[in-house]
């Protein structure tokens, strides 16, 4: 059974920066597309960062493009959201998410993710 375990959530000041981590267990070739994604309350849950694990090939929301950044460590099966110049709007939970990236929708379409962590909050304060 794949899981997602997110962490690296906490509050901050605006400007600040903060690194989630999301660790997959285990990594099947179902889960080559990693992705985070944020709901922020009475919001829409909406895409934040994706990328190919196998490529490192990665897509930003209009909303974060410059100010964060997604990566992964294949041997350690993590991915990373580093985000940067954070703004109070960027306040939500942060999920991970993992597929196989296939179907439609865009980058950031459900059809692409399979699996879903349970979250991790970050607010961010003016």
């Known amino acids: 059974q794949v899981q997602l375990m997110e962490s690296g959530g906490e509050s901050v000041q605006a400007g600040g920066s903060l690194r989630l981590s999301c660790v997959l267990s285990p990594y099947t070739s179902r889960t080559n597309y990693m992705g985070w994604f944020r709901q922020a309350p009475g919001k829409e849950r909406e895409g934040v960062a994706a990328?190919?694990?196998?490529?490192?090939?990665?897509y930003y929301a209009d909303s974060v493009k410059g100010r964060f950044t997604i990566s992964r460590d294949s041997a350690k099966n993590t991915v990373y959201l580093q985000m940067a110049s954070l703004k109070p709007e960027d306040t939500a939970m942060y999920f991970c998410?993992?597929?196989?990236?296939?179907?439609?929708?865009?980058?950031?379409?459900?059809?692409?993710?399979?699996?879903w962590g349970q979250g991790t909050q970050v607010t961010v304060s003016s």
């Open positions: 998410a993992a597929g196989s990236g296939l179907g439609g929708g865009g980058t950031f379409g459900p059809s692409k993710f399979n699996y």
């Open positions: 990328i190919w694990t196998s490529s490192g090939a990665s």
